[in-house]
């Protein structure tokens, strides 16, 4: 096998694990099976910025804009694609680092948005008690990003404690484990708070790659039992690097992540100009690319990502040949686990203990319900 690609970079590594498979007469690797999307700084209070292209498009400003526009289509996209979002709130945008509270009082936007995006299947995280990054004094931002940090780590615990107690509030009935970093910047005091000082947070979903002072994570399990979520791609602006990440990622965890911000149509850097009816089509284009290439892919909430992980992290298979086809032998198997199942020649008639659907000619996708599996193939 030969893959003359030249690039060598995570980006592409699923890729590679797709050539490797054709090596073998039949190979097995355990795999995620999920997708979540991401709605990021949602809910929160109005977004800051002008919303010029927002009142040159529909000649209203960011509140209607956002009630009556972009949350109905978001819904209708989520619909459309049995997307269940998982929202992840920000208290306030204000900068105060010194670890002095102010409790936000405007609750209407929060209690209608999050509950409507409850009731429609979705999940509510954590962001932010504002906007600004779990880190120290010793982490220098420079002119890379307009952030401020804590005064010091009792600062940091003040905030978090105060956005834990906030959403207690707001959403008393909801299960809340997720933790977003506002910009993906988490420094390692912060990451060290989460771990000591709130235990409801049992996620932390940051970055896939490599960015300034970003929180790059791989999908795994952390030592002190935290699930790292990484999310791949973002925004509406899918261009053609972000696609083939996701490509990349469906073959090898057979999984997509994806985050936007509410904000989006506020930020040319995020394709504000294009305006929200070409953005919205990019959402719908690349959800339907997604779910056309990969329609066993399982929508999924954070949480229940996280759960998927923790499984993919702990499963592994060896593969027996036997006299009519092949046995895989599951480890660590905690309910259900799935894999990815390569025939280079053979084709599979039949299987127990498990269930084997067909992704390509030659790829399928193992659902194994038992320690052990059959597969009787056409030799």
């Not at 996620?203 to 935290?226: C, K, L, P, W």
């Amino acid at each position: 096998m030969v893959v003359n690609l030249g690039i060598y970079v995570k980006a592409v590594r699923g890729i590679f694990s797709a050539a490797y498979s054709l090596l073998s007469d039949c190979t097995i690797y355990p795999v995620i099976n999920g997708s979540a999307f991401y709605l990021d700084d949602f809910p929160s209070p109005v977004p800051g910025g002008n919303g010029e292209y927002i009142y040159r498009d529909y000649g209203i400003n960011v509140r209607d804009f956002y009630a009556n526009i972009w949350w109905p289509d978001i819904l209708a996209l989520a619909e459309k694609y049995g997307v269940r979002y998982t929202g992840v709130v920000i208290e306030n945008y204000g900068d105060q680092t010194d670890g002095v509270i102010e409790h936000q009082m405007e609750t209407s936007r929060f209690q209608y948005f999050g509950n409507m995006l409850l009731r429609h299947g979705g999940e509510i995280g954590y962001h932010g008690y504002n906007h600004q990054p779990l880190a120290l004094g010793n982490v220098k931002y420079g002119d890379i990003l307009p952030y401020n940090t804590w005064a010091d780590t009792e600062a940091m615990e003040n905030a978090m404690t105060e956005l834990l107690q906030f959403c207690r509030e707001m959403y008393p009935e909801a299960s809340m484990s997720v933790y977003v970093p506002p910009s993906n910047v988490l420094s390692e005091e912060g990451r060290q708070l989460l771990a000591a000082k709130c235990p409801e947070i049992r996620t932390i979903a940051s970055n896939y790659f490599t960015g300034e002072f970003a929180y790059e994570q791989e999908f795994e399990v952390a030592e002190d039992g935290i699930v790292e979520q990484p999310r791949i791609i973002s925004s509406a602006v899918i261009d053609d690097y972000m696609q083939l990440c996701a490509f990349s990622e469906l073959n090898m965890h057979f999984v997509n992540t994806h985050f936007m911000h509410s904000d989006d149509l506020l930020d040319e850097d995020r394709g504000a100009a294009l305006g929200w009816e070409t953005l919205k089509e990019n959402l719908d284009r690349y959800m339907g690319w997604l779910y056309t290439s990969a329609p066993l892919l399982r929508n999924l909430t954070g949480s229940e990502l996280s759960g998927a992980i923790q499984r993919y992290s702990a499963a592994a298979a060896e593969k027996e040949r036997t006299a009519d086809g092949f046995c895989f032998h599951i480890e660590n198997r905690y309910d259900t686990a799935y894999f990815f199942v390569r025939f280079s020649k053979e084709k599979p008639l039949a299987v127990t203990g498990g269930t084997m659907e067909q992704l390509t000619d030659s790829l399928y996708l193992l659902c194994a319900d038992s320690d052990e599996v059959q597969v009787k193939t056409d030799r």
